[in-house]
């Protein structure tokens, strides 16, 4: 089972911030957060990934919350091109398997 | 280019026939894995690869086997292929198993009449 909650969908407007949600509050303190995303059945593409602090790449912004129960994914100035179904993803120890737990993800529309 | 590759991209066969898809990457990845996609079901992990002749099994593994006889090259196998297996499968690599960044194939869409 997904360790993650996400809104189904979502709408941003083109130029503007988008700012997605994930909640996990079941996760252990050890365990990563990871952001991919999936644009119309390709493969999901790597976007970032935090396990306390912050984080920011040329991509998105991670804010994580100081209880890590939950996450917000921000895309700064959101693009035609970020119409994607973006995953909230935990990484856990599985035996000597660290795996990631998808869930279904937020589908972000964002219109001209 | 960095790539994770799949062959065939699309495919549709028939019930208990075997078929191979293959997956190759050029980044010299350690670990490999496949996933299958289904509707309300998310992405769940068939089966990994840690190393050239190290495979494990994911969560849904029935009905699949895999093969890593060489780094870049992970095929999966579906020996008697069932209606079941209908889904949409990909390929993905990553430099070792810590998983921090995961390469993923364009995906091969498989029909099983």
């Known amino acids: 089972d997904a360790k993650t909650t996400q809104p189904p969908s979502m709408d941003c407007a083109e130029g503007r911030a988008a700012n997605l949600p994930c909640n996990h509050s079941t996760i252990s303190g050890n365990e990563y957060v990871y952001w991919y995303r999936q644009i119309h059945s390709q493969g999901p593409q790597y976007i970032i990934h935090?396990?306390?602090?912050?984080e920011t790449n040329e991509m998105a912004s991670l804010i994580i919350t100081e209880d890590r129960k939950s996450s917000t994914l921000i895309l700064p100035h959101a693009t035609l091109r970020d119409t994607a179904v973006y995953y909230c993803i935990v990484r856990v120890e599985d035996g000597n398997n660290r795996k990631l737990i998808w869930g279904l993800g937020t589908s972000l529309a964002v219109n001209p | 280019e960095a790539q994770v590759t799949q062959n065939p991209r699309y495919l549709i066969t028939v019930t208990g026939k075997k078929l191979t898809v293959t997956c190759s990457q050029n980044m010299n990845h350690e670990y490999m894995s496949w996933y299958r996609q289904d509707p309300g079901l998310g992405l769940r992990q068939i089966y990994y690869s840690m190393n050239v002749e190290v495979t494990d099994k994911g969560d849904v593994p029935e009905g699949y086997k895999v093969s890593r006889k060489e780094k870049r090259n992970f095929p999966l196998i579906l020996e008697s292929p069932s209606p079941n297996q209908t889904s949409l499968y990909f390929c993905a690599s990553s430099k070792t198993t810590v998983q921090e960044t995961q390469y993923f194939g364009p995906g091969t869409r498989l029909l099983v009449l």
């Open positions: 935090g396990l306390k602090n912050n």
